[in-house]
């Protein structure tokens, strides 16, 4: 099971942490996690991928703003979201090997 949490309303330039839990029973050290999101009207896109070793993949407009965390130990991921832009709104969803959340809105608006 997958769960995302965290999202909510932001502002333009503000910070916004989202978690993923994820229930499985071993730990998820080395392997796959990520997180999408869909914007009203479009498709679902990557915006980071972690394979769980050092290659890790982003979406480029979201380089330098973006990041993923892991804590193994918990299961959790966190997608770490800085210098929010109105263009970052949509529904995040986490990923976990083939495994989706339902996803979490994320509104960016003055």
């Known amino acids: 099971q997958v769960a995302e949490s965290g999202g909510g309303l932001v502002q333009p330039g503000g910070s916004l942490t989202l978690t993923c839990n994820i229930t499985?029973?071993?730990?998820?050290?080395?392997?796959?996690v990520g997180w999408y999101r869909q914007a009203p009207g479009k498709q679902r896109e990557m915006v980071i991928e972690?394979?769980?070793?050092?290659?890790?993949n982003y979406k480029e407009d979201v380089k330098g703003r973006f990041n993923i965390s892991r804590d193994n130990a918990k299961n959790l991921v966190h997608l770490v979201m800085r210098n929010l832009t109105v263009e970052a709104t949509a529904v995040y969803f986490c990923?976990?090997?083939?495994?989706w959340g339902n996803g979490v809105q994320v509104t960016v608006s003055s």
């Open positions: 990923i976990f090997e083939r495994y």
């Open positions: 499985y029973s071993r730990t998820i050290y080395g392997l796959g």
């Open positions: 972690n394979t769980g070793w050092d290659s890790t």
